[in-house]
């Protein structure tokens, strides 16, 4: 149920359960023009796809992939907190 309080954070909570992902799919970054990357690991293939509740989705949660980038694996909330929220990540057959 919504809430004043949740209303009011609409931060997604931790991950909550985590699927393997089957072969062929990865993560595509876009910036918009003028933004210096040159910091941003290139994200590359999805290795699960992770269940992280959000009370403000329908249903209470969303499913994102968890992909490489940079020798470790990211969602795209913790890739974006890291290197910008005006990136767009894309999920793409590889």
Same mark, same amino acid.
């Given at each position: 149920?919504? %809430?004043? +309080? %949740?209303?009011?954070?609409? !931060?997604?909570?931790?991950? %909550?359960? =985590?699927?393997?992902? $089957?072969?062929? /799919?990865?993560? @595509?970054?876009?910036? *918009?023009?003028? &933004? +210096?990357? $040159?910091?941003? *690991?290139?994200? $590359?293939? =999805?290795?699960?796809?992770?269940?992280?509740? @959000?009370?403000? !989705?329908?249903?209470? $949660? %969303?499913?994102?992939?968890?992909?490489?980038?940079?020798?470790? &694996? /990211?969602?795209? +909330?913790?890739?974006?907190? #890291?290197?910008?929220?005006?990136?767009?990540?894309?999920? #793409? *057959?590889?």
């Amino acid at each position: 149920m919504l %809430t004043p +309080d %949740t209303a009011a954070d609409p !931060e997604p909570g931790p991950i %909550t359960g =985590v699927v393997a992902a $089957s072969p062929g /799919w990865r993560v @595509n970054a876009y910036a *918009p023009r003028g &933004t +210096d990357i $040159s910091a941003v *690991p290139t994200p $590359s293939h =999805v290795v699960a796809w992770a269940l992280i509740p @959000n009370l403000l !989705e329908p249903g209470g $949660s %969303t499913v994102q992939p968890v992909f490489v980038a940079g020798a470790r &694996t /990211w969602t795209p +909330d913790q890739f974006r907190a #890291a290197y910008g929220e005006s990136l767009e990540l894309k999920v #793409a *057959p590889a």
